[in-house]
């Protein structure tokens, strides 16, 4: 069921559950959710979908600074892992492809972006989620 998520709460919770695995790896994970940025969407779903993410990044990366960020465009809410040291090689689409019923029932939209030859950026976009 769809319900408004305060995402700024949503995202330290599930930073903070990851946190020890990712110091093991030498990896920082920061949030960088404004406090008024909501979202609506089913929030198990939604959950997994980033806790599940952000695990692939931190077993893919060593020694990285990755961070969570959202921003609202005109018609969506979209949600941006970034990561500056990340062995990726498809691994994470793969593993997230089994996924997709969940994928579809958050309503987002999952997309990898590579700027550089280590650095990666998953973004969840959430169409019709517009900044009230």
Partial sequence: MKTNIELKSCIKKIIDELMPKATERSCIIESKI????SLI?????FTFI????????IQ???????SV?????SDSMSIFIKDNNNDYN???SGKMEKHQALI???GCHL??????????IIILRFPYNKKV
Avoid: C, H, V, W
């Fill in 60 to 66: 893919s990366s060593l020694n990285s600074q990755i």
């Fill in 90 to 92: 498809g691994y994470i």
């Fill in 111 to 120: 997309s990898f972006e590579f700027n550089n030859r280590r650095s990666i």
């Fill in 34 to 37: 404004p406090a008024e940025a």
């Fill in 41 to 45: 969407s089913d929030e198990r779903a």
């Fill in 50 to 57: 980033l806790k599940r993410l952000l695990t692939l990044i």
């Fill in 104 to 106: 579809r029932r958050a």
């Fill in 69 to 73: 960020s959202a921003m609202y465009e």
